[in-house]
């Protein structure tokens, strides 16, 4: 992608990727800001499911995880071209990078610079705030809904409608990555996940033989 006229061109040209102790998830990082930054939209992981649209939400806006952290996994922002805010995170990003730390460029940048436009360090202040100079954050249960130490009642068929019941005000549903990679789901399963991607992901899971929930570019399916 041509990063010319970008907070990012000076921050690629110098190479710092290559030297990244976490290459994926940071250039994952990268990606999604300077992607938002130039087009704008919606950014999910590929191990969420969408249940809603997103347009049912104010521009702007991104999750919360837990008390620490405002997470980058479903993230909206307006282009550089409509709002000063995409240029905020991604000069933030190349003047603050780290090569070293997983989540510094990832959660650790929107918690952030989200704590400067909130002028506060705690989460549950940021969403009280409902709006810090045009930006949201969301409670966790609109696209954090089950927490990552539950994230096996996901996979579990004895679980399927606590967690149906859980996820219904959501707007997405995160399946936690790398940390579910080894869960084989058949499609004859009645867990949470299951009637999820049943509903939402109709096209997909017809050719479904189980999916590998993995990684942080990528989500991979299996078919028959």
Request: overall charge negative; glycine content about 4%; hydrophobic content about 35%.
């Amino acid at each position: 992608m041509n990063t010319e006229g970008t907070p990012f061109e000076d921050f690629i040209k110098s190479r710092q990727l290559l030297d990244a102790k976490y290459p994926i998830e940071h250039t994952a990082d990268v990606l999604r800001v300077l992607l938002l930054w130039k087009f704008g939209g919606t950014y999910t992981d590929t191990d969420t499911i969408t249940r809603l649209p997103f347009d049912t939400l104010e521009p702007n806006f991104a999750c919360q995880e837990n008390e620490k952290y405002v997470v980058n996994g479903v993230w909206n922002m307006e282009s550089a071209d409509r709002s000063p805010l995409a240029t905020l995170f991604a000069e933030h990003l190349t003047k603050n990078y780290d090569a070293t730390t997983w989540a510094k460029n990832g959660p650790g940048l929107v918690t952030a610079v989200v704590s400067k436009l909130c002028g506060t360090e705690s989460v549950t202040q940021m969403i009280a705030k409902k709006e810090c100079e045009g930006f949201h954050v969301l409670p966790r249960k609109v696209c954090y809904p089950i927490l990552y130490d539950e994230k096996s009642k996901l996979f579990n068929s004895s679980n399927a409608d606590e967690i149906m019941t859980r996820v219904n005000e959501s707007v997405s549903v995160h399946f936690w990555n790398k940390h579910t990679k080894n869960v084989k789901i058949e499609r004859t399963e009645e867990s949470a996940c299951i009637r999820l991607a049943k509903q939402f992901c109709p096209k997909t899971i017809v050719f479904l033989t189980f999916t590998y929930i993995g990684g942080d570019l990528f989500a991979y399916i299996s078919y028959s």
